[in-house]
């Protein structure tokens, strides 16, 4: 290796200081060095192994019996990981980022030992890192596999996945983040037969719903015998699956034949309008939880495609199904535009172990669901009101008699102004909260300022358009001991460079921050964030903002944001 000091006198002195530094760094007890290099986590050992041979040597032997690799952050090329993922007899748990890799990378990935394997963003794979897995990973408890074969001419075979289901035996949770309906091949539902026994959660990022009827429909006995055989995955207690449509079908057959199920979350995204036969009905709903163990339930219809809800369901479904969901803990539904005021205060009044209450696109929420909140028994912990648009500021008040509130969305609740802003500043143990698009002013976050921002840890005032930079002063003006870490600034017309000079100056140790589309944001922005003390940023997203150029660039790439990923 060239040695740095060659070439002139000054530089030669450098690094012959540079050199003396390491090699007093050299002289430490490698046992001390492995154990507290051991501590850190595996970003932080690939940056301290940058730093001299001691260290990297460290690292090396500790890359040999690591228990545990996550690096998520960064996607690392085939090169790289293979140095450090060497062989290892005790590694328990990988999670990785692999967009840089493809199937040359299998044997890496799929280490005996593994109990649980977390890769994401695997579309330059096939199907034969299913394979790999099965051959390799028996003992595999967790695994989550993301965007697999996604990328032209890639693929999945069913006999891969048959496979995957066949010699891991162990799993207790499986996770398959990507479109299941376009594996080649046919029998999707009997290579489940031979599935883990042990398996408790199924997630999978996309699959038909014809293809879960088929998959869990219970198969007849003789017909001598009314008895039904026991359901393909007996286990499994928690199901999470976007589809195509939810249907009625396919809504009777999950409650039927899931004999254990406590958590179902159903999301889909139709192409077209549903039919009555493609779509969920009040029968459908009246279905839910016939085995009675059913404590969270989410039902969403996105509108990812197409401006569509669950227009044949009304209030008589959710009656129908609140009678059998009594022991309910948590509930999200979304899209269901028929269901009025008496529907959700039905839900409300029937499930007294409710602590999550999540609602998008109540197109007919009113305050009048709250109005006697305070009389039931309810102590919610997280609510969500999303897109209901007729709630007003009175319906908060009333909320936020559950006064334990932790978590509060009420993005695109566009009639919320500055008087529900005085409620929730009532809230002493309020951690997340967002007002996205709320009609609220600088003078109305100065409601926030006695008890809430003492506790937040994460805020999204992102498309309030009345804001100025006055309210970050209003915010954190004299703030200390914050521990708001995520903020969101985003979409704020009148949001300029000085509203982030205040914020640098008041010190706020927010780990991700997002200014994007502010168009009177420029390069003093970033300067002042390279030059805000103690500067912990993560994350800073300022795309679109109108007055970057160039110069921001050059800040970025000096050593500022040094935690920046």
């Not at 760094?25 to 290099?37: K, T, W």
């Not at 539902?189 to 408790?200: D, F, G, H, N, R």
């Not at 921002?453 to 970050?472: W, Y």
């Amino acid at each position: 290796m060239t040695s740095a000091g060659e070439g002139s006198g000054g530089g030669k002195g450098e690094a012959e200081g540079g050199e003396g530094e390491g090699k007093r760094l050299d002289r430490l007890p490698e046992a001390l060095v492995c154990s507290i290099m051991s501590k850190l986590d595996v970003g932080s050992i690939c940056s301290a192994a940058s730093t001299c041979r001691a260290f990297r040597a460290s690292a090396s032997q500790i890359f040999a019996f690591i228990p545990s690799f996550h690096l998520l952050e960064i996607a690392l090329s085939i090169d790289i990981l293979r140095r450090l993922l060497p062989p290892n007899p005790y590694l328990r748990s990988l999670k990785l980022d692999c967009e840089r890799l493809d199937d040359s990378a299998i044997s890496l990935l799929a280490q005996p030992a593994l109990q649980e394997l977390y890769v994401h963003n695997c579309s330059d794979f096939t199907g034969k890192l299913l394979c790999g897995i099965a051959s390799n990973c028996a003992d595999l408890r967790c695994l989550y596999l993301g965007s697999v074969a996604e990328k032209r001419s890639r693929a999945i075979h069913i006999s891969d996945l048959g496979d995957l289901l066949s010699c891991c035996k162990q799993l207790e949770a499986l996770v398959l983040m990507f479109d299941v309906s376009l594996i080649s091949g046919h029998d999707f539902a009997p290579i489940w037969a031979s599935a883990s026994q042990k398996l408790e959660c199924l997630e999978i990022g996309y699959v038909s719903s014809v293809m879960v009827t088929e998959l869990l429909a219970p198969n007849l006995a003789p017909k001598s015998s009314n008895s039904l055989h026991p359901s393909i995955l007996p286990g499994i207690q928690k199901l999470i699956l976007s589809v195509d449509s939810i249907t009625d079908t396919m809504v009777g057959t999950i409650s039927s034949g899931l004999l254990s199920l406590t958590h179902l979350d159903l999301r889909d995204a139709p192409f077209m309008e549903p039919t009555i036969v493609t779509d969920l009905t009040n029968l459908g709903l009246e279905l839910v939880n016939q085995h009675g163990k059913l404590k969270h339930l989410s039902l969403i219809r996105s509108q990812q495609y197409l401006i569509t809800y669950f227009r044949r369901v009304n209030d008589l479904g959710l009656l129908m199904m609140a009678d059998k969901c009594t022991n309910l803990e948590s509930i999200s539904l979304g899209g269901f535009c028929r269901v009025t005021d008496s529907g959700f205060k039905t839900i409300l009044h029937s499930c007294s172990r409710l602590y999550k209450l999540k609602v998008c696109h109540g197109t007919h929420l009113t305050d009048l669901v709250f109005h006697d909140i305070s009389a039931t028994s309810l102590s919610l912990i997280h609510v969500s009101l999303r897109w209901c648009y007729l709630l007003t500021n009175h319906a908060i008040g009333n909320l936020v008699s559950n006064a334990q509130i932790k978590v509060l969305d009420l993005r695109e609740c566009k009639s919320l102004g500055d008087e529900a802003l005085k409620a929730i500043g009532t809230l002493p143990e309020l951690k997340t909260l967002r007002l996205d698009g709320m009609d609220i002013s600088d003078f109305g976050l100065s409601s926030l300022r006695e008890r809430v921002i003492k506790s937040l840890t994460s805020l999204s005032l992102r498309g309030c358009k009345r804001l100025t930079d006055r309210a970050i002063s209003v915010l954190f003006k004299d703030a200390s001991n914050l521990e708001l870490r995520e903020l969101d600034l985003s979409n704020i017309p009148s949001l300029s460079d000085e509203g982030i000079l205040s914020l640098a100056r008041s010190r706020v140790p927010v780990s991700e921050l997002r200014i994007r589309q502010c168009p009177l944001i420029g390069d003093t922005s970033v300067m002042a964030l390279a030059s805000m003390q103690g500067n912990c940023l993560r994350l800073l997203d300022i795309y679109n903002c109108g007055g970057i150029t160039q110069l921001a660039y050059k800040w970025l790439k000096n050593p500022y944001f040094p935690r920046l990923r």
